[in-house]
């Protein structure tokens, strides 16, 4: 079976990407001192767009605003802050590895540009027509249409040059998961009765040779590597999938199952509730020690380097094992 990867905003911030409390700041359109040290404490992503967007637009009419001018004016400031190709250094390594598909919960082209420095989103042919949702939004960074590409990446949670796509709030987080559930379990044409994604899973072998509509198809047909990803509880999009997937594993036994496997660091193991739905939800979780000489950069690099040795490893054994 072959594998993908899932980034989170964890490398981005070793090549000096601007952190999501800093964005939500940028954002919050507010100059009062005490706002700014209250504000720090609303650490999820949903939850912080909502409170913005409701502040900016009930306790202080003046800077009225509307969901699309904010998800717009985040765009830019990551535009702002993205680094140049040689602030990457574990970037490339990542994207180097021999595995096809590489999603992303990141909204700028970090990862595109790691694969092809003279990467420009208009010059993709793999455009979608997606203007909201993001099942389909596929980029190939090399310009060739996906048969053909050796790396493909999928913004899951939308792009900074499809502002509107970028996923923020609970109505945007609520939408895209129905559009996700309506797209696994819609009819399929040829199997009345089945959910459509019993055409990558009808036959234990076909699902290899074909490729993903949706990345929603790669958590059925790949293992999958979650890595810089906090997978914090307001992740409900992932956190759906991941039930979804499970149930539908229990009620076909027989069909190939992937394994889904998520890094994180020794010392900061989510809480002991959430490693217990990791494990029930099939989840292998791999905790590794940070670095322990220098700086935090430092550290942390040390943290991935090992994270990339033991998926290096892991692909290894499964190239072996295929001979």
């Not at 609303?42 to 912080?48: G, N, R, T, Y």
């Not at 190939?140 to 996923?167: N, Y």
């Not at 696994?184 to 490729?211: C, D, S, V, W």
């Not at 539908?248 to 992937?258: A, E, S, V």
């Amino acid at each position: 079976m072959k594998s993908s990867l899932l980034l989170g905003n964890g490398l981005n911030r070793l090549a000096g990407a601007m952190e999501l409390a800093g964005l939500m700041h940028s954002l919050a359109g507010d100059k009062r001192q005490n706002h700014r040290k209250t504000f720090g404490d609303v650490s999820s992503w949903p939850l912080a767009f909502e409170r913005i967007y409701s502040e900016r637009n009930k306790n202080y009419a003046e800077e009225a605003v509307s969901k699309s001018e904010l998800k717009k004016q985040l765009g830019d400031c990551i535009e702002k802050s993205v680094s140049t190709v040689k602030d990457w250094p574990l970037l490339s390594e990542f994207t180097n590895l021999p595995v096809k598909h590489i999603l992303t919960t990141n909204y700028d082209y970090n990862l595109e540009k790691a694969v092809n420095p003279k990467f420009r989103r208009e010059k993709s042919p793999e455009k979608t027509k997606e203007k909201l949702y993001s099942l389909y939004r596929k980029i190939t960074p090399s310009g060739q249409f996906l048969r053909e590409a050796d790396k493909v990446v999928w913004h899951i949670h939308g792009e900074i040059e499809a502002s509107e796509s970028i996923c923020l709030g609970f109505e945007h987080y609520c939408a895209q998961m129905g559009a996700m559930r309506h797209f696994l379990t819609k009819p399929h044409e040829k199997l009345p009765g089945g959910p459509y994604i019993n055409r990558f899973l009808e036959k234990p072998t076909g699902a290899l040779e074909r490729e993903a509509d949706s990345w929603l198809t790669l958590f059925f047909t790949h293992h999958i590597y979650i890595i810089g990803l906090s997978l914090s509880l307001m992740e409900i999009d992932l956190w759906w999938l991941l039930t979804y997937r499970l149930q539908y594993q229990l009620r076909h036994p027989k069909i190939t199952k992937n394994k889904i496997v998520y890094f994180c660091p020794a010392s900061q193991e989510p809480e002991a509730e959430i490693l217990e739905l990791m494990s029930a939800l099939g989840l292998e979780v791999r905790a590794l020690g940070l670095g322990t000489k220098g700086d935090d950069r430092e550290k942390w690099m040390a943290f991935y380097r090992r994270v990339f040795n033991s998926i290096k490893s892991d692909l290894n054994e499964q190239t072996d094992g295929a001979d």
